[in-house]
């Protein structure tokens, strides 16, 4: 259903927060549009093994932001459009954390192979396979 959410319960940051901010990036790259159905709060809540009340609570507060609403009748629907095109401090921010994961990685003592191996993988997940097999290429002068 929203396989796209992921909350990280050992996280400090609340996880209504983690989802108030997960959802609101879907908005901001076109992931959710205005019209789309969000999960029932029940749905949501199994899916996640989280409290139903958590999930309340973070679609109050996307309400409140002018983002869903609630309609009888048809359940939580995206009514606000936050996508916009990257703008670059938002490119910066997207390599900072990349910069940061393989900062994580190394002083976990995660080989550079096998972070590649896992980079990878979420490239081809997201971007398709095609494109690594081209990348991979191009940075071995092959193309």
Known sequence: MAIWLDVNKSSSIPIYVQLVDQIKHALEVGILLPGDKLPTVRQLANELTIAPNT?????????ALGLIESRVGSGTVVVGNLKVKMRPQQHEGVFERLHNVVKDAASLEISEQELNE???SAVRHFYGEANVRLENKGAKGEV
Do not use: M, Q
């Open 55 to 63: 999930i309340v609570k973070a679609y109050g507060e996307l309400d």
């Open 118 to 120: 896992h980079y990878n």
